[in-house]
């Protein structure tokens, strides 16, 4: 009863306006945090804020002032501090204006407490601090404008450490809000209840007097001026006096609210002092969990409570309200929570997450039991969203009729405009732990006439708590209960994920669309999305959609938006859709499509988190769609669109505009509109209040894309949601955490501070600097919240829990309880079942016998039923599951003898074993590869350790093939005992040896062939010294085909051991030597041809004459290719000694011969054929008569090509001595002959082959008959191309003096003659070879008969390959003449004979082998008396391959004369020979090897005993496999007499010896090798010393299966008595043999191949080079490294190359996992980025089809556009046009795309308008106009090695370039001429390179990280000198400011952008914090530069020094040179 009647008395309290309240939570302070718009002031001892302007100044006291400063130690001023030792330990007055809530001595050091602070307008702020003044001050006329929010949250007092023993965990929280107007200001000081837990702090200098000083709370005015130049203390103000007044303030207040206060502190007008408002607050003491009540005034100074009278509000009142400027729409402004208890005690928050609640959640003058008008039901009116009203307090539940009465009485206060806005980043007003009021049925009745409610069906936390996520907390409410994030996680409480982590969605897609008229079905195909959450960036991809479709769904970008929703970059005042619906929700979507009115519905459902927190939805299509082309690009503009949330539903509904550009169609435009609502599960019970929000979404960039040969349609969105009419790219949002430009890891968090500034914090459940940020594997760290019967799988960001075998999750979904087996009942009938811990136990009830399973009333009952192991073992052996006979190799259960599954079940062909519980399920982590020692499955299962990237690695690789054959070659990856790869990793197979970093990424540099030393991977990494010249050109030299081949002929250059080129060059197969300079060059005058002296080279040449015009012409003679080989045919002009050209000049290889003037021009009519008599050349000239057309046709024929080539084949006209046609005309080439007319033309019919006789043609013409059929196919074959060269191969048809074919047509090339019919048809059967007897075609046909099976056979076995080349060895069945089969075979290769039947079947025991009499086939066959089962096993070992082939090694039974197997059977390959009994068994202990006595086979077997261990051992180490081959090498122990192993064994392969124990182990020590003196095995061991690295190497080789086979080719080392390596090892298997250091490792140059002399183990051996190219993976890899100098960061990209260079399908950030696939060209595939544990699955790239070549390689500028930025992005040139100074990204495209390049440097010639460009990857220097369709144009392709910077000079029309690797600096006219290196000393590691033109002036940057520096030189390369050598680091960017005429760089080591004077003068520090700089352009005031950690182009203004602008390519991949393109010249171009 006694609570009756308080809360009778509580209503008579709210009656009279009186109730006792408790302290202020801090969930009721003001709103603050990050994502409140607060700025967070820097941690330290005595900081300041920046300047907090003012949009509006504010009166303190009587002054006014426009700015304010926010300072560590608990003050606000109206001007600068000054340090804080001037104030801090005095009291008031201050000298400078202050507003002081705890004036103290404040230290946030090292991260004790952040301190917040902004201005604001928001109206729920305004509204409250007006609320408050019109509580305390009620005659005021006071409508805020404006509001200052300063926190100080959990900030720690100094502490000197020198006192303590460390820092105190004491912290206080406070706020001081200021609000004004235009004429006055108010403050409030609000104090939390456990806000307060040190009340002073020690002076710094107490010289160790212990004295503490009390806060200081108050205001001082400050230093006021009088008479002018004199000043005097201002007034101040103080609230405490002394220590207890302090500990005071969050006790009492003076607004009525224990630890609120209220002061007015200015008025424009007059104002002496401070005035604090004056209403008492009640405490209740003590505190409770509840609204405790009391009457006692506790509060000092002002005594009595005061009452409100009845009539507070009168009319003007009134009327102040209504004229109160109600604002709507800001998200900020939310009323009170209804209900809120605000008990809960909060625990500190961090930095980012504050734990306040944030504007949006209201809590206006809710501190308590408040004097309010009493709702039952929240409501909804007709007004507009933005001005909903509601009362500003929590409604609580009375009668209806008590509060209609109270609503009379009850005091106004202005209505509040209210607008819905959630919490941020779960600053929720709620903590673990919290509780409701607890209520009892019986004395309140609930029944207010709304809900009915009772406490026994509320659902509380104790009952439901499982519904919350596991990264959440359950708060119970009155009406039940709600889940709530954890601090670090987001959601809806049901479901949590990490703040800042990337997050993945997976579902399938379903439904019919109809595309046009045509229906397509959607069946379960699958849907993958990735989302970036710290710039909102969501990609979707859906695969396998089908080509029509794919087309017309790529407008519906809206599928995608869902998860841009879901999880958008979130501005001030907002929060994603995540954290309302959790992840289970519903979306339904119709979009409408115009004109056409096509529908389409989409229904989008969210099911919730699977295992790996990956979002899963389902979508579901139907409806109608427009066509759109194949082919077709959509694009779509940025829009914003307007979200309106409910409670429970979120609508929207947008028209949205894209436009479809098609070959077919052009551009067309169209549009759709959207209408949605989402609908999802809201908690109410925490009385939020309901009311409407809206929230825009701002979708800046949306790209849509359909792979029709992936099939993959992919939508990529960047997505921000903000307030609504909040532009996202303002000024006041340009923080780049707001932005999403800044570059904090995808898995961390952006936290804004002040300005630009922000700062990066890795999300929840990762560790790292926020740039680059790691998983924590919280299994590992013993972080995870598993318990008992459960194990910890890691997940990134988090874990989860799985049970053990025999337990599964209980009611709460986290706790593993038992499973009770006995349930199921797998016991017999007659058996109990008893239930255990994890397991159960199956027990025969008395009387019965048996194992439980099985229980019979007779013992030992052989009979009973099969068990499921038996079952599932019978139904494996029988072949059932496959419906067919059993596979080899498949996997057989054992079964114990009580038909359970044996605990360790072994796969009898792989010899992997495992553990298996009862129901034979596989225990996880038990699995065991052959070779190792199983898991005991008796021990119960311990955690298992997560695989790592490399154990994964090494299980993925693939070593054995389907068919269970090893596959040869595989690299498998090395890894340690903690699954990290070691350090060296080698190839097995191909002995290639090489270091990793941490990821396995090769090293590089450090791959080392097979028999040389491999590199020390401990050691760091020396710089590498540049190849020379030479040696590029050597290793550029290809000697080797693609397929392995030696390429013959080619010239390899000789260089000494310095890299220079040897001063005599050789070619090895002309035998040619010649003498070359230092570049390479020959030197005039030294060739000499094989076999003659060559030239002593080391000779000076003597002085040279100018080579005359003969010798330059024959110089320039290329006798050799560019490759190396010789070039046969070219013509080489002949000069006499003095240089001139011999008057007779012969052509080496066709044998002309022809006469020449001084200049070397042939002399008309001089030529001679070969053979001919050579004209006499030093006889005068006749005069010369004028060619005839004859001779003109002669001349003009092309017998030369332009190179001097002779051109064979070409036909030459003969002309007679007057120049005319000889009658006859013959091709010299094909030997045709013909008669030809006066003009040369042929005279028809005239034409005769070679070798017939030719026509008369000075016979004159007969009348020309037409042309038969013959003639005319004769005359149409082309024998001639239309060059005139021959056709050689052709068939030329022959026909007879009539024009009709002759019987017998022969082809003239390859030899086969036929008969033909009179239309010249091949008559079947006619055909002949070449060299065999033709057919006479005379004799008439006869009837062809049909062949026969054996003529058949015989022409359908292949003799020959593809290609024309012989196959040998293949049998080709003999046939008589009649088409039969001949009675005797014999194989052509082999040399067996055998007898065969009527089918070609061989006649059993007919065959022979090579030498022996065949047998006599046509003796008749005797009865054939049925094979026996020697025979039958005899004939079934396959000696042939199906192809024919012997297949060599195979064993074949010996059968007798019977067929019955010979006692004796020996094996023809290994020797072995062995006893067998009648079925052809072995018989044990009857094996001899070769050379030794063999068994006596007749001699009867004693009894035999039973097989001892190591006579199984022996029996199972089987010479030879199941398909009969033997295995060579296998080691087979011996056995003595007793079947005891002999205490020495030796391997009869290997030569090794050992000792071994009575169980055959080997004893350690006694092993030795072959050639040395074994051990005593008699003799007891020696004290064993530690095994040695040799022998622990040595022992854990594998040389022997599980099943006893040997594994062939292992490698074992070799020790020394004392356990180290021999100097030298020798593998067993194959013979080669190398020299090892002492660790082991091979010593480069060593290895020798078997029967090769070993090398001296003692001599030091020179390595030989490799010579295989580098591939564009390669250089771009070493390129790379070289620009990280060598040592890349763990963040920083290089590509990932397979070893035969081409680029892995995977490539990643250094050793991140974000990840990506690419195709063979290194090009990233779109929406494949990842980040997580798992990388993505990337097939390896192929080669396109050459039915779709490559794109052509042409330029598209973007158009209506004069500035454009044009930048290299590896394989393309993209262009970005500038609007003014903002980088345009609508309009950006790709220029040029290049494949297989890497461009680098780039650089635009203006008066050209073409644009140039520097391409690693093909070395070389390129150039195209920037025009539609123009084509690159290569200008420079030789001796270019790393091609980098490139620079154009405008006005000098030349080029510059840097060249990295030879490090010089080069310069060439722009069309490539004129060449010439400027430097080549005193570089390390040019970079980039500017020119300016209106000075001549060069500068380049030199990244040496010894000594970087930039230089400058004229253009002539004079005048060199330093421009910048201190204080910088990798100065990768150059530019030139034309404003200011400075050098400008940006530096990729210091992370600076600067500028100096030429004269190194006026250095400046534009900006001092970029990311990673690689290139840099001037233009307008800003800097342009291309940034590789954030994969963009960033802008940067030179006066403010701020980032304003940035552009991120929709494929990320760095981005290299960038330039600045215009339509004309800009003034100081350069």
Not at 308 to 316: R, W
Not at 573 to 579: H, L, V
Not at 1876 to 1889: K, S, W
Request: net charge negative.
């Amino acid at each position: 009863m006694e609570r009756g009647v308080m809360l009778a008395v509580c209503l008579l309290c709210w009656s009279c306006s009186v109730c006792v309240v408790t302290a202020i939570k801090r969930a009721d302070m003001f709103p603050y945090g990050t994502l409140s718009g607060d700025l967070i002031l820097a941690e330290g001892d005595d900081e300041t804020s920046r300047v907090l302007s003012l949009p509006k100044p504010l009166y303190f006291y009587g002054s006014l002032f426009s700015q304010l400063y926010v300072a560590t130690n608990g003050i606000i001023s109206g001007q600068d501090l000054p340090m804080e030792k001037q104030y801090v330990d005095d009291g008031f007055p201050t000298d400078f204006p202050v507003v002081a809530p705890f004036l103290a001595d404040i230290d946030t050091s090292g991260g004790r407490g952040q301190i917040y602070y902004r201005v604001t307008e928001t109206p729920s702020v305004l509204n409250r601090v007006a609320q408050e003044v019109h509580r305390g001050f009620p005659d005021a006329k006071f409508t805020p404008t404006h509001v200052v929010v300063a926190t100080w949250e959990n900030v720690a007092a100094y502490e000197e450490q020198t006192r303590t023993a460390g820092p105190s965990n004491k912290v206080n929280t406070f706020q001081a809000v200021i609000g004004y107007d235009e004429t006055d200001s108010y403050v409030l000081f609000l104090y939390p209840e456990d806000g307060l837990n040190y009340f002073g702090t020690r002076p710094k200098e107490s010289y160790n007097v212990e004295i503490e000083l009390p806060a200081r709370v108050g205001f001082s005015r400050g230093e006021v001026t009088y008479l002018i130049f004199s000043r005097t203390e201002g007034p101040h103000y103080s609230v405490t006096s002394d220590e207890q007044s302090v500990k005071n303030l969050y006790q009492v207040g003076n607004t009525g609210i224990p630890g609120v206060w209220l002061f007015h502190t200015g008025n424009r007008y007059s104002f002496d002092n401070i005035v604090p408002a004056s209403i008492g607050g009640l405490l209740d003491t003590p505190p409770t969990g509840g609204h405790g009540l009391s009457l006692d005034s506790t509060t000092p100074e002002y005594g009595e409570f005061e009452e409100y009278p009845d009539n507070t509000f009168d009319s003007d009142n009134q009327e102040e309200e209504d004229d109160y400027p109600h604002t709507g729409g800001d998200p900020e402004f939310q009323p009170a929570p209804a209900g809120g208890d605000h008990s809960e005690s909060l625990q500190p928050a961090s930095p980012d997450a504050p734990s306040s609640p944030s504007e949006d959640s209201g809590n206006q003058l809710s501190y308590g039991s408040e004097d309010v008008p009493l709702t039952s039901e929240p409501r909804y009116n007709s007004e507009p969203a933005e001005r909903q009203y509601a009362p500003p307090n929590p409604p609580e539940r009375v009668p209806e009729g008590d509060a209609q009465r109270t609503l009379k009485r009850q005091p106004q206060v202005p209505l509040e405009v209210v607008d819905v806005y959630p919490s941020h980043r779960n600053e929720h007003p709620h903590s673990p732990g919290g509780h409701v009021v607890s209520v009892e049925g019986d004395d309140v009745d609930f029944d207010t006439g709304v809900i009915q409610y009772t406490t026994e069906n509320k659902e509380t936390c104790a009952r439901f708590q499982q519904q919350c996520s596991q990264n959440a907390f359950c708060s119970d409410y009155a009406t039940g209960f709600c889940c709530h994030c954890r601090p670090g996680f987001y959601g809806n409480g049901r479901h949590c994920l990490p703040e800042g982590a990337p997050q993945r969605v997976s579902g399938k897609v379903s439904g019919t669309v109809t595309v046009g008229s045509t229906p397509v079905e959607l069946n379960n195909i699958d849907l993958h999305a990735y989302i970036v959450v710290g710039d909102g960036r969501a990609y979707t991809a859906i695969s396998q959609v089908p080509e029509p479709v794919g087309w017309a769904l790529m407008p519906l970008a809206p599928i995608g938006e869902l998860f841009g929703w879901l999880f958008a970059l979130e501005l001030p005042n907002s929060q994603a859709g995540f954290k309302i619906t959790g992840a289970e929700f519903t979306r339904h979507a119709e979009v409408i499509f115009y004109p056409g009115n096509q529908r389409l519905s989409i229904v989008q459902t969210g099911h919730g988190l699977d295992d790996h927190n990956h979002l899963t939805v389902d979508t579901v299509v139907s409806g109608n769609v427009p066509f759109l082309p194949p082919g077709a690009e959509v694009t779509m503009d940025p829009f914003k669109e307007t979200y309106q949330y409910y409670p429970s539903v979120a609508t929207s509904s947008s028209v949205r505009e894209f436009s479809v550009v098609s070959a077919e169609r052009g551009s067309e435009s169209f549009s759709f509109q959207l209408k949605q609502n989402i609908t999802y599960r809201d908690c109410r019970h925490d009385n939020r209040a309901a009311v409407l929000e809206t929230l825009q979404i701002t979708m800046e960039r949306v790209f849509v894309m359909y792979v029709k040969e992936e099939r993959i349609l992919r939508y990529a969105i960047t997505n921000k949601i903000s307030p609504v009419r909040v532009d996202p790219t303002g000024p006041e949002l340009v923080n780049p955490c707001y932005a999403g430009n800044h570059d904090c890891d995808t898995t961390a968090q952006c936290i804004p501070l002040e300005g630009q500034v922000f700062q990066c914090q890795c999300a929840t459940g990762y560790r790292g600097d926020g740039h680059n940020c790691y998983d924590i594997n919280e299994c590992d760290e013993g972080l995870s919240s598993c318990g008992a019967h459960s194990q910890c799988v890691n997940l990134p960001g988090s874990h989860r829990c799985q049970c053990q075998s025999g337990y599964e999750f209980g009611f709460d979904g986290r706790t593993c309880v038992d499973i009770d087996e006995c349930s199921s009942t797998p016991c017999h009938i007659s058996a109990r079942c008893i239930n255990g811990l994890g397991s159960f136990l199956c027990q025969c009830q008395p009387g019965f016998y048996g194992d439980g399973f099985y229980c019979s009333q007779t013992e030992g009952q052989t009979v009973r039923p099969r068990s499921q192991c038996e079952q599932h073992r019978d139904r494996l052996q029988s072949g059932m599951e496959q419906g067919g006979p059993p596979s080899p190799g498949a996997f057989i259960p054992q079964c114990d003898s009580d038909g359970r599954y044996q605990p360790l079940q072994c796969h009898g062909s792989t010899g992997h074993c495992w553990c298996v519980d009862f129901r034979g399920q596989e225990r996880t982590g038990t699995r065991t590869p052959p070779g190792t020692a199983p898991k005991d499955c008796d021990r119960p299962d311990e955690p298992v350790r997560p695989k790592t990237h490399c154990e994964h690695h090494r299980d993925s690789v693939q070593t054995t093939s389907p068919g269970g054959y090893p596959i040869v070659g595989a690299h498998v990856p090395q890894c340690d005992a903690n699954g990290q790869y070691t350090p060296l990793q080698c190839h097995g197979s191909t002995g290639h040896c090489w270091c990793v970093d941490g990821n396995g990424q090769e090293r590089a540099g450090t791959r080392t062939p097979p028999g040389t030393t491999p590199t020390d991977c401990d050691k760091p990494d020396e710089p590498e010294r540049p190849k020379t010249h030479c040696e590029h050109h050597r290793d550029r030299v290809q000697t080797t085909s693609p397929d392995g081949y030696p390429v013959v002929g080619a010239y390899v250059p000789q260089c000494d051991a310095n890299g220079q080129y040897r001063s005599l060059q050789c070619h090895g197969s002309t035998g040619h030597c010649w003498c070359v300079d230092g570049r390479g060059q020959e030197r005039a005058g030294t060739r000499t041809p094989p076999g003659t002296p060559s030239v002593d080279c080391d000779r000076p040449d003597e002085p040279e004459r100018p080579k005359t015009y003969c010798e330059q012409h024959r110089d320039s003679v290329q006798t050799t290719s560019p490759e190396g080989y010789s070039i046969v045919g070219a013509y080489v002009p002949q000069c006499d000694a003095d240089g001139q050209y011999t008057s007779l000049q012969c052509h080496g290889s066709t044998g002309h011969c022809w006469c020449v003037d001084g200049r070397g021009q042939e002399r008309a009519g001089t030529r001679t054929s070969p053979g001919t008599p050579s004209v006499d050349c030093d006889k005068p000239d006749e005069p010369e008569r004028p060619k005839t057309y004859c001779e003109q046709h002669r001349d003009s024929v092309q017998t030369t090509s332009p190179e001097g080539y002779s051109i064979v084949g070409a036909y030459v006209p003969q002309c007679d001595a007057d120049g005319q046609y000889t009658s006859l005309q013959c091709h010299g080439s094909t030997g045709h002959c013909w008669c030809v007319d006066g003009r040369g033309q042929e005279r028809a019919g005239t034409r005769t082959s070679p070798g017939t006789p030719s026509v008369d043609c000075d016979k004159p013409d007969e009348p020309e008959r037409p042309k038969t059929y013959c003639e005319q196919h004769r005359d149409s074959v082309q024998t001639t191309s239309p060059e005139g060269y021959p056709i050689v191969g052709v068939f030329v048809p022959q026909c007879d003096s009539n024009g009709q074919y002759t019987s017998q047509q022969c082809h003239g090339s390859t030899g086969h003659c036929w008969c033909v019919d009179g239309r010249g048809q091949e008559r079947a059967g006619t055909r002949t070879p070449p060299g065999t007897p033709s057919v006479d075609c005379d004799k008439p046909v006869e009837p062809e008969r049909p062949k026969t099976y054996c003529e058949q056979h015989r022409d359908s076995v292949q003799t020959t390959s593809p290609e024309g080349y012989p196959i040998r060895g293949v049998f080709v069945p003999q046939c008589d003449s009649n088409g039969q089969y001949t009675s005797q075979q014999c194989h052509g290769s082999t040399g067996h004979c055998w007898c065969v039947d009527s089918r070609g079947q061989e006649r059993a025991g007919t065959r022979t082998p090579p030498g022996e009499s065949a047998v006599d086939c046509d003796r008749p066959v005797e009865p054939e008396r049925p094979k026996t089962h020697c025979e039958h096993h005899r004939d079934s070992v396959q000696t042939t391959s199906p192809e024919g082939y012997s297949i060599v090694g195979a064993y074949v039974p010996q059968c007798d004369a019977n067929g019955q197997y010979t006692p004796l059977q020996c094996h023809g390959s290994t020797g072995h020979c062995w006893c067998v009994d009648s079925r052809g068994q072995e018989r044990a202990g009857t094996r001899t090897p070769p050379g030794t006595q063999r068994k006596d086979c007749d001699r009867p077997d004693e009894p035999e005993r039973p097989k001892t261990h190591c006579e199984h051992h022996r029996h199972r180490a089987q010479t030879i496999s199941p398909e009969g081959y033997p295995i060579v090498g296998a080691y087979v122990p011996q056995c003595d007499a007793d079947g005891q192993y002999l205490p020495l064994q030796c391997h009869s392969s290997t030569g090794h010896c050992w000792c071994v124990d009575k169980r055959g182990q080997e004893r350690t020590g006694t092993r030795t090798l072959h050639g040395t003196q074994p051990k005593d095995c008699d003799r007891p061991d020696e004290p064993e010393r530690p095994k040695t690295h040799c022998e622990h190497h040595r022992d854990r080789v594998q040389t022997t299966s599980p099943e006893g086979y040997p594994i062939v080719g292992a490698y074992l080392p070799q020790c020394d008595a004392e356990g180290q390596y021999l100097p030298r090892q020798c593998h067993g298997s194959t013979g080669h043999c190398w020299c090892v250091d002492g660790r082991g490792q091979e010593r480069a140059g060593t290895r020798t191949r078997p029967g090769a002399p070993s090398v001296d183990c003692d001599r030091p051996v020179p390595v030989a080079p490799t010579q295989r190219p580098e591939s564009v993976c390669e250089r771009w890899r070493t390129s790379l490294i070289e620009h990280y100098g060598g040592k890349p960061d763990a963040q920083q990209y290089v590509p990932q190359c397979e070893p035969d260079g081409q680029f892995s399908p995977v490539q990643c950030y250094g050793e991140t996992t974000y990840c990506w696939c690419v195709d063979q060209d290194g090009r990233e595939v779109p929406g494949t980025r990842s980040h997580d544990v798992v990388k993505p699955a990337c097939l390896p790239s192929v080669a396109p089809p050459t039915v779709r070549p490559l794109p052509r390689p042409d330029v598209t500028p973007p158009t209506n556009t004069d500035i454009t930025l044009l930048y290299a992005q590896g394989q393309k040139i993209g262009a970005l046009p500038l609007n003014g100074t903002r980088l345009d990204a609508t309009r950006s495209k790709t220029l040029l795309t290049l494949h297989g390049s890497i461009v680098v440097g780039i650089a635009y010639d203006c008066k050209e308008n073409q644009v140039y460009w520097t391409d690693l990857s093909a070395r070389t220097i390129n150039r195209a106009s920037m025009a539609t369709g123009a084509e690159p144009e290569i200008l420079i392709n030789t001796n270019l090695v790393s091609p980098e910077g490139l620079a154009v000079d405008v006005k000098r029309r030349l080029m510059f370039w840097v060249d990295s690797n030879p490090d010089i600096i080069e310069s060439a006219n722009l069309d490539g001429s004129g060449r010439r290196t400027l430097f080549d000393t005193d570089l390390v590691n040019p970079r980039a390179i500017i020119v300016v033109s209106s000075t001549g002036t060069l500068y380049w940057t030199d990244w040496n990280r010894e000594a970087p520096k930039i230089e400058s030189s004229s253009v002539d390369g004079q005048n060199r000198r330093v421009v910048v050598s201190d204080g910088i680091g990798l100065p990768n960017a150059l530019t030139y400011d034309s404003s200011s005429g400075q050098v400008c760089w940006a530096d990729a080591g210091t992370k600076r952008l600067e500028c100096v004077s030429p004269d190194g003068s006026g250095r400046r520090v534009v900006h001092p914090s970029l990311n990673y700089p690689f290139s840099m352009v001037y233009y307008r005031n800003h800097f342009y530069y291309s940034d590789w950690r954030r994969d963009g182009v960033i802008a940067v203004n030179k006066d403010s020094s701020q980032i304003t602008d940035e552009y991120l390519p929709d494929q990320r991949s760095h981005l290299y040179g960038i330039a600045i393109a215009t339509t004309h010249c800009l003034s100081g171009s350069h």
